[in-house]
């Protein structure tokens, strides 16, 4: 980071210094962490307020939130420890959200906290449900496409990026050169963690910056119904590789019609813990692709159970958990489109969110500046939030048409090779889910009048 100013540069030098500090006397110290980020405003509205949440809680050592802390210092390598806090909360959290907010302000649009990668269309599993493994095998960026990327989200404060495929550890090798070349980088990989053995856990170590999250389905019945037989006991055998080397990792979800009350419930989170995840992030299913079946959509009293569930643990619970759709109260409503991420497929196309499988420009003949400006990241800049309502954020799932809209104003085409989606179509799947969801939000909505959500407000 050449183009620092001095006073950031004092900053990034300070909380290395608390971190070491922290380090001597977790247990008397982790408060002076929380303290000196709030003092310093580290990230501004990207980290302050989860700060402040965290701030009412952490100086009862009983408190879950307290407990999370600490298992960074009694669970985690120290390496990956401190570079976990360089990386992500000096690089992604404090200096690279003042970056982005430089070209945001200059040319008028939206730049990501987060780039999500597709590295490659192959992988080893087909889970029903699941539209990567009807792209086939034959796509893929090249390291070098890869590394360009990188280099280009970097310097406009982008240092955060996550492999999604595909199953990205089927480039394992070039994955961990990306991780090693980029060490001033934050790395997280969904993945199906059956590729994850002694070895590849002995790379993470080495290179310290990256941090995988197994996707799962609930209990050994629901993950193997969706994604074969075995691949739980493979998953289960994954945490414990990387838990014997003190290595952080999490889990991924979709809950569906069909496992959204194994998913949400007390014993399934406890299961988690226990084999020691940190962290949870939860999507809920989307009938994305032309074969995709609209019925596993989580009816409306699910994903309000899931919203109360997760609210509910995360007072109680020693993990870290984001519900992608019912936290849009946190974030200002939609987070795609550049706002806060965006996604690249294997084949380079540039879409707004790893869901909407529209790109009016590719990679491989664009640069990531020319497509924050182009038609369609502009409509996602121009028309966020999608509604004023936080617990309907999404333009495709929660606002009737919205998306069929915006794809139509750009010129935007499929993504999907094989079989290319019609927008209207897609949308039409999600109708009758908006309807049933509407009047269940907004009665949430009117129930929470202290609503969290405290960053900028977004465009209207």
């Given at each position: 980071m050449?183009?620092?100013?001095?006073?950031?540069?004092?900053q990034?030098?300070?909380?290395k210094?608390?971190?070491?500090?922290?380090?001597?006397?977790?247990?008397?110290?982790?408060?002076?962490?929380?303290?000196?980020l709030?003092?310093h405003?580290?990230?501004?509205?990207?980290?302050?307020?989860?700060?402040?949440?965290?701030k009412?809680?952490i100086?009862?050592?009983?408190?879950?939130?307290?407990?999370?802390i600490?298992?960074?210092?009694?669970?985690?390598?120290?390496?990956?420890?401190?570079?976990?806090?360089?990386?992500?909360?000096?690089?992604?959290?404090?200096?690279?959200?003042?970056?982005?907010?430089?070209?945001?302000?200059?040319?008028?649009?939206?730049?990501?906290?987060?780039?999500?990668?597709?590295p490659?269309?192959?992988?080893?599993?087909h889970?029903?449900?699941?539209?990567?493994?009807?792209?086939?095998?034959?796509?893929?960026?090249?390291?070098?496409?890869?590394?360009?990327?990188?280099?280009q989200?970097?310097?406009?404060?982008?240092?955060?990026?996550?492999?999604?495929?595909?199953?990205?550890?089927?480039?394992?090798?070039?994955?961990?050169?990306?991780?090693?070349?980029?060490?001033?980088?934050?790395?997280?990989?969904?993945?199906n963690?059956?590729?994850?053995?002694?070895?590849?856990?002995?790379?993470?170590?080495?290179?310290?910056n990256?941090i995988p999250?197994?996707?799962?389905e609930?209990?050994?019945k629901?993950?193997?119904?969706?994604?074969?037989?075995?691949?739980?006991?493979?998953?289960?055998?994954?945490?414990?590789?990387?838990?014997?080397?003190?290595?952080p990792f999490?889990i991924?979800?979709?809950?569906?019609?069909?496992?959204a009350?194994?998913l949400?419930?007390?014993?399934?989170?406890?299961?988690?813990?226990?084999?020691?995840?940190?962290?949870?992030?939860?999507?809920?299913?989307?009938?994305?692709g032309?074969?995709?079946?609209?019925?596993?959509?989580?009816?409306?009293?699910?994903?309000?159970?899931m919203?109360?569930?997760?609210?509910?643990?995360?007072?109680?619970?020693?993990?870290?958990?984001?519900?992608?759709?019912?936290?849009?109260?946190?974030?200002?409503g939609?987070?795609a489109?550049?706002?806060?991420?965006?996604?690249?497929?294997?084949?380079?196309?540039?879409?707004?969110?790893?869901?909407?499988?529209y790109?009016?420009?590719?990679?491989?003949?664009?640069?990531?500046?020319?497509?924050?400006?182009?038609p369609?990241?502009?409509?996602?800049?121009?028309?966020?939030?999608?509604?004023?309502n936080?617990l309907?954020?999404?333009?495709?799932?929660?606002?009737?048409g919205k998306?069929?809209?915006?794809?139509?104003?750009?010129?935007?085409?499929s993504?999907?090779?094989?079989?290319?989606?019609?927008?209207?179509?897609?949308?039409?799947?999600?109708?009758?889910a908006?309807?049933?969801?509407?009047?269940?939000?907004?009665?949430?909505?009117?129930?929470?009048?202290?609503?969290?959500?405290?960053?900028?407000?977004?465009?209207?």
């Amino acid at each position: 980071m050449a183009d620092l100013t001095l006073k950031e540069k004092l900053q990034a030098a300070g909380l290395k210094t608390v971190i070491s500090y922290v380090d001597k006397d977790p247990d008397q110290n982790i408060p002076k962490i929380v303290d000196w980020l709030l003092k310093h405003d580290i990230g501004g509205d990207s980290l302050t307020p989860q700060v402040r949440v965290i701030k009412k809680y952490i100086n009862d050592k009983d408190n879950n939130w307290y407990k999370l802390i600490k298992s960074l210092w009694t669970d985690c390598d120290d390496g990956i420890r401190r570079k976990l806090f360089e990386n992500f909360i000096i690089n992604a959290g404090m200096l690279g959200p003042k970056k982005q907010l430089k070209v945001k302000e200059k040319y008028n649009c939206n730049v990501p906290w987060a780039i999500l990668l597709d590295p490659t269309s192959a992988c080893n599993l087909h889970c029903i449900g699941c539209w990567a493994a009807d792209y086939g095998h034959q796509m893929s960026l090249t390291f070098e496409e890869l590394d360009s990327i990188v280099t280009q989200g970097k310097e406009m404060g982008t240092y955060m990026y996550i492999f999604t495929g595909g199953e990205p550890l089927v480039r394992k090798d070039d994955v961990m050169r990306l991780c090693e070349t980029h060490d001033d980088c934050a790395f997280l990989s969904f993945t199906n963690a059956t590729l994850i053995d002694e070895a590849f856990a002995d790379e993470m170590l080495r290179v310290k910056n990256f941090i995988p999250a197994m996707s799962i389905e609930g209990f050994e019945k629901e993950t193997d119904e969706r994604r074969g037989k075995g691949t739980y006991q493979a998953i289960m055998k994954a945490m414990d590789i990387l838990r014997e080397r003190k290595l952080p990792f999490g889990i991924s979800t979709c809950y569906t019609s069909t496992n959204a009350e194994v998913l949400g419930s007390e014993e399934f989170f406890d299961a988690m813990i226990e084999k020691g995840v940190k962290f949870a992030w939860y999507f809920t299913y989307m009938p994305v692709g032309t074969d995709a079946e609209p019925s596993l959509l989580a009816k409306p009293e699910q994903r309000a159970f899931m919203y109360r569930q997760i609210r509910k643990f995360r007072t109680t619970k020693p993990i870290f958990t984001m519900d992608f759709w019912n936290d849009g109260e946190f974030v200002g409503g939609c987070i795609a489109g550049g706002r806060s991420y965006l996604h690249i497929n294997a084949n380079g196309d540039i879409e707004p969110c790893a869901f909407i499988h529209y790109s009016d420009c590719n990679i491989k003949d664009t640069t990531l500046l020319e497509a924050y400006q182009k038609p369609l990241f502009m409509q996602y800049h121009d028309n966020q939030p999608f509604n004023d309502n936080m617990l309907r954020p999404c333009p495709l799932l929660d606002n009737k048409g919205k998306l069929a809209e915006m794809v139509k104003a750009s010129g935007a085409h499929s993504t999907d090779m094989q079989s290319p989606e019609d927008v209207d179509n897609l949308c039409a799947k999600c109708f009758a889910a908006a309807d049933k969801w509407e009047p269940i939000a907004d009665e949430l909505w009117e129930n929470n009048p202290k609503h969290q959500y405290a960053g900028p407000r977004v465009n209207k």
